[in-house]
Nanobody, 122 residues
Framework: EVQLVESGGGLVQAGGSLKLSCVVS????????IGWFRQAPGKEREGVQC????????TFADSVKGRFTISSDKSKNAVYLQMNSLKPEDTAVYYC???????????????WGKGILVTVSS
């Protein structure tokens, strides 16, 4: 059974940092592309960053360039999203998702975690 479980969310002040984790079971992180998406209240789910063994990392959201970093750890079968210099507009539910290929469209990803809330206070 494929499962993706996010952790590491919470409340942080603007300018602070959080590191999200996505632990995967049912396949290895080398076999699939793993992406982070986020959905703010009243907005569509947007692709943030994605990582795959074949293509490395890709950033989809211009607003996070230079602040967020995606990485993977095969030994832990996990993917991480290091978020620095957080802004109130980063407040959203963050999801990790898996598919054979990276996509910045939610419909392009096959498996999903349940999501985790990140709140950035001003």
């Amino acid at each position: 059974e494929v499962q993706l479980v996010e952790s590491g969310g919470g409340l942080v002040q603007a300018g602070g940092s959080l590191k999200l984790s996505c632990v995967v079971s049912g396949f290895t992180v080398d076999d699939y592309a793993i992406g982070w998406f986020r959905q703010a209240p009243g907005k569509e789910r947007e692709g943030v960053q994605c990582i795959s063994k074949m293509d490395g990392s890709t950033t989809f959201a211009d607003s996070v360039k230079g602040r967020f970093t995606i990485s993977s750890d095969k030994s832990k079968n996990a993917v991480y999203l290091q978020m620095n210099s957080l802004k109130p507009e980063d407040t959203a539910v963050y999801y990790c998702a898996a598919d054979p290929l990276c996509s910045d469209y939610a419909a392009g990803m096959e498996y999903w975690g349940k999501g985790i809330l990140v709140t950035v206070s001003s």
